[in-house]
Structures are given as C-alpha cells and as structure tokens.
C-alpha cells in the first residue's frame, strides 16, 4: 500500500510564511506529478501547484510569485513553500501524487491535508 502524509500547516498571519511537506511511503517504484491542491470552507477544491517528476512546475494565478513547489525524489516529498501569505489562502491543503507501486497499477493517491489559516 502507499500512503501520503502532509505536514506543516499551522496558524499564522497575513504576510508571514509556511513550509508545507508531503512525504510518499510504501511499495514504490516511481513517483510520477506531485501536486498541492487546496479547499476551504464551502468552495470547491482548487489546484495550488504541481511538479512532473523532471522538475516542471505550474502555478494557479492566485499563488504564483509566492508559492514554490520544489520535490525531492530521493526521500518521495514535496514541499510547497508559501511566502506572503493572505487570509483568503486559509483552507485544508491536500497533497497528490501519481504513484507506480512495484507490484500494482499506476494510481492516483491522496493525502488527508493539512490545515492553514491566516489571519488578518
């Protein structure tokens, strides 16, 4: 089995920072895109980020020129860093990850999010 667990969502004010990671364990063979996506209370989830597995990244609008998606294929994370922050980045990040298990299909795999809220 494989399982995603993300950490680093915390409480902090508008403007300040946050390190989030999603770290990929189990029987893998090869991670394919990582991606951040994200939901706040009443609205739909929304793309954040997402890194291929040769490093391309893409951007909502909302996020690029704070946001950083970066990866790090040896220890099967990838980091979100969000600079700038403001309060309508407040909702439950959630990690994905397109997983090739040693022995099973190639399947798309969910974390159970963090949460981060901004204060003003």
């Known amino acids: 089995q494989v399982q995603l667990v993300e950490s680093g969502g915390d409480l902090v004010q508008a403007g300040g920072s946050l390190r989030l990671s999603c770290t990929a364990s189990?029987?893998?063979?090869?991670?394919?895109?990582m991606g951040w996506y994200r939901q706040a209370p009443g609205k739909q989830r929304e793309l954040v980020a997402v890194i291929t597995s040769g490093g391309s990244t893409n951007y909502a609008d909302s996020v690029k020129g704070r946001f950083t998606i970066s990866r790090d294929n040896a220890k099967n994370t990838v980091y979100l860093q969000m600079n700038s922050l403001k309060p309508e980045d407040t909702a439950a990040y959630v990690c994905?990850?397109?997983?090739?298990?040693?022995?099973?299909?190639?399947?798309?795999?969910w974390g159970q999010g963090t949460q981060v809220t901004v204060s003003s």
């Open positions: 994905n990850a397109d997983i090739k298990m040693i022995l099973g299909p190639r399947l798309v795999y």
């Open positions: 189990g029987t893998i063979l090869s991670i394919g895109a």
